[in-house]
């Protein structure tokens, strides 16, 4: 099976642009979830998705958004980017929920710089 | 105070030697996570762990439910071991993740 699948995998923006970032799940999994991670604050959750609705949402400003689509792929938008959005863009997805324990795999990431 | 503490934050060791990390948590959870972080970026999941003790390899990890505390230890430890080492837990009735800060392990061969 492949493995999840981010795209791209670095990028380079500028204060006040707008960044879409992709995320392929394992196929069959119907749940992603998304992280930050930088520097200073570590790993933070995002958001998760499953069956193209938002189940969980992190503590994080409304310019940082997502969806996911009927094939289980997902896109997280940050609009209106800050310097400090710079960071480590990780999303991981999950066998099928009914389980309280389901296992995480993560993605490469995508590198995202704001200059 | 953080929701889950890891110690040590940095630990270098000889190659062989045994290793410990430790993570500690205040919330009720539904498992803790152990992740591998190496440099570049991509996190491996090492152990998912709900209760008792799991082994693969010369990994082992252990969790104390009434405690609040989970240990991951590496036996003869070796060069390649050397990464950041990240423990997570997953809250009741909340399936996010929240995340230690890493313990950056370093082996000197």
């Known amino acids: 099976k492949a493995g999840v699948t981010q795209t791209p995998r670095y990028l380079i923006k500028t204060r006040g642009q707008q960044v879409t970032l992709s995320c392929s799940p394992i196929?069959?999994?119907?749940?992603v979830s998304w992280y930050q991670q930088t520097p200073g604050q570590g790993l933070q959750f995002l958001f998760e998705y499953f069956s193209e609705t938002q189940r969980n949402k992190g503590n994080f400003p409304g310019r940082f958004s997502g969806r996911q689509f009927s094939n289980s792929r997902s896109e997280m938008n940050v609009s209106t980017l800050e310097l400090g959005d710079s960071a480590l863009y990780l999303c991981?997805?999950?066998?099928?929920?009914?389980?309280?324990?389901?296992?995480?795999?993560f993605g490469p990431g995508t590198r995202l710089t704001v200059t | 105070k953080n929701e889950v503490e890891q110690s040590p934050q940095n630990l270098t060791a000889q190659e062989g030697e045994f290793i410990t990390i430790n993570c500690s948590y205040s919330v009720g959870i539904s498992a803790l996570h152990w992740l591998q972080q190496h440099p570049g970026g991509g996190i491996v999941s090492l152990f998912m762990l709900s209760s008792g003790k799991k082994k693969h390899g010369r990994l082992i990890a252990t969790i104390n439910i009434q405690e609040k505390h989970s240990s991951l230890h590496i036996t003869a430890s070796h060069p390649r071991d050397s990464a950041v080492y990240i423990c997570?837990?997953?809250?009741?009735?909340?399936?996010?993740?929240?995340f230690g800060t890493g313990t950056r392990l370093t082996i000197i061969p």
């Open positions: 196929s069959g999994h119907r749940s």
């Open positions: 997570a837990v997953r809250s009741w009735g909340n399936e996010k993740l929240t």
């Open positions: 991981a997805s999950s066998s099928p929920p009914g389980q309280t324990t389901y296992e995480q795999y």
